[in-house]
């Protein structure tokens, strides 16, 4: 399973690190997917990155403030969200995926085998 934390309330241009934690599974085969689903949308991902953390996705929405990283000796993962703005609030999603190309994961949600509850965000105008 993976389990998210990190989440809260931060102002518009403010920073927040989300983490992903995982158990049971060996992580470093894993893709690892970050969603976020704001009111009233649909779930959409925002940045995936491979097993070795040779390659990462990005939605365009967040590309150069977002930055996706793994651990994969902690079984850990992160997502690092600057420059925030009340667009980017929304519930917060960590995934694994075994065999899934980190496009098609962010962009379809293709191969998924793991998904956290979810950690809301919010971000204050």
């Known amino acids: 399973q993976v389990v998210e934390s990190g989440g809260g309330l931060v102002q518009s241009g403010g920073s927040l690190t989300l983490s992903c934690a995982a158990s049971?599974?060996?992580?470093?085969?894993?893709?690892v997917g970050w969603f976020r689903q704001g009111p009233g949308d649909q779930r959409e991902g925002v940045a995936c990155i491979s097993g070795s953390a040779s390659k990462t996705h990005y939605a365009d929405s967040v590309k150069g403030r977002f930055t996706v990283s793994r651990d994969n000796a902690k079984k850990t993962a992160s997502l690092q969200m600057n420059n925030l703005n009340p667009e980017d609030t929304g519930i917060y999603y960590c995934?694994?995926?075994?065999?899934?190309?980190?496009?098609?994961?962010?962009?379809?949600?293709?191969?998924?085998?793991?998904w956290g509850k979810g950690n809301l965000v919010t971000v204050a105008s």
């Open positions: 995934a694994a995926g075994i065999i899934a190309p980190v496009d098609m994961m962010c962009d379809e949600n293709y191969g998924v085998d793991h």
């Open positions: 049971g599974i060996t992580l470093d085969q894993y893709a």
